[in-house]
Each structure stands twice: as C-alpha cells, then as structure tokens.
C-alpha cells in the first residue's frame, strides 16, 4: 500500500461509522470548500463551521487537509461510478445511439452536480500542482480512453457487421468519442465549468459526434 494511501486510509473507518446524515454534511462542506477555492486556498476552518463540528473532530477523521481532499475526490469518483452503473442497465439497443447516449448522459450528470464539475474542473486545470499530481497514482488504469472502450465494449452489436473485427470498431469509435470529448473539456475550463453558459456549445459538439458515427454506421451495420 502506498503512503498516499495508508494516509488516505487511516482513520476512514472512523467517519464511515458516522451517521449517514453527518457524514453527508461533512461531505457537501468539504467539497463546496474545495470547489469554490481549490486545494491551496481551501480553509478547514470554514469547512467545519459549515458542517457544524469541532476542527479537532474533522483531523480525527481525515488526519489533514490533503487526506479530507482525496476524500472528497474518492467520493466523487464513486458517485460517477454509481452513475456510469446506471447508464449501463438503460443503454438503448441501438449501438449508435447508446454511444452518443454515453455521452449525453454524462453531460446531463454533471449539469446536475455543479460542484462535482467545478472541483474536476480545478484539478484538470491546474495539472502541474503537486497535489493535484498525486491523484495520478489513484487514478492508473482509468485513463479516459480506457473507459470509452469498457462503455462501448458492453453495447449490443447485434447490429454489427460479422465480417469486422470488433477491436477495430472499438478503437474507431474510441477515437471518434474522444475527440468529441477533448472539444467538450475544452469548453469546459474556458467555461469556468458552467455548463449552463455552454449549452449551444455542447449541442453542437453532441451533433458533431451523431453526424460522424452517422457516417461510420453504413459501414459497419448489416446491409
């Protein structure tokens, strides 16, 4: 185990035997801190007095500001998880559309959790904060294109022509989608991570990527 996270680890059991209510209000009051003035400029004090708890109890729990920091990402990370769990069971069958539908609903996920985007949107646009750095050791084997193709890879292909290999529709549609998401990333951090104030962006971008995979379906679908 690494010493990230043995400290990231430490007295996590702790919290987690909190009630559920408790731990939510000391989770909203980390993440809107964090959210609103990054890592650095972050102030425990602010945090506990809008959780309503002592600063003692706070380091009890998470031992230091950087450990409550890679809480509150972890925590993150598991809601989308949960999410991404969700679009899974509810993928249309038709293989485009549940492709673009990946896409869309991650766009709708993040529209409803402001916070959640303003805090990704401070990490991936400061990548060379040491802090910041470190979540790369938590995040190894989730590179975007990784879970682009685990996304696609369970979509029906019933549609599919039999006579192509699949890995190839796979990387074709993974390069497809990732462009389409670095344009969507980009108006992202020159957005300040308001979605609201992009909305004809992201469409446009959204319409982008149905025309292309529009295009790349005659070729790879059943006459």
């Known amino acids: 185990m690494s010493q990230l996270c043995q400290r990231y680890d430490m007295n996590i059991e702790m919290f987690e035997r909190l009630p559920q209510e408790k731990q939510d209000k000391i989770f909203q009051a980390a993440l809107s801190e964090f959210a609103a003035y990054g890592f650095d400029a972050a102030s425990t004090n602010r945090i506990v007095k809008q959780a309503g708890i002592p600063k003692g109890s706070l380091f009890q729990y998470f031992g230091d500001k950087e450990s409550l920091f890679f809480y509150v990402y972890g925590k993150i990370e598991r809601d989308v998880e949960e999410q991404q769990d969700y679009t899974k069971r509810n993928l249309p069958s038709d293989f485009v559309e549940a492709t673009v539908y990946l896409l869309e609903r991650d766009l709708d996920y ?79 951090i020159a957005s300040d991570a308001n979605l609201g104030s992009i909305d004809a962006e992201l469409s446009v971008v959204i319409q982008e990527l149905r025309t292309c995979l529009d295009l790349f379906r005659y070729g790879i679908y059943k006459p």
Request: no cysteine; net charge positive.
């Open 110 to 188: 993040m529209k409803s959790k402001p916070k959640y985007l303003q805090f990704i949107h401070i990490i991936v646009s400061q990548p060379l904060h040491p802090v910041y750095q470190k979540l790369e050791e938590r995040t190894q084997g989730k590179e975007p294109a990784v879970e682009i193709q685990k996304f696609i890879s369970s979509i029906p292909r019933e549609q599919l022509r039999e006579d192509i290999h699949f890995e190839d529709i796979l990387q074709a549609v993974t390069f497809i989608i990732s462009s389409a998401a670095q344009k969507i990333e980009k108006l992202i």
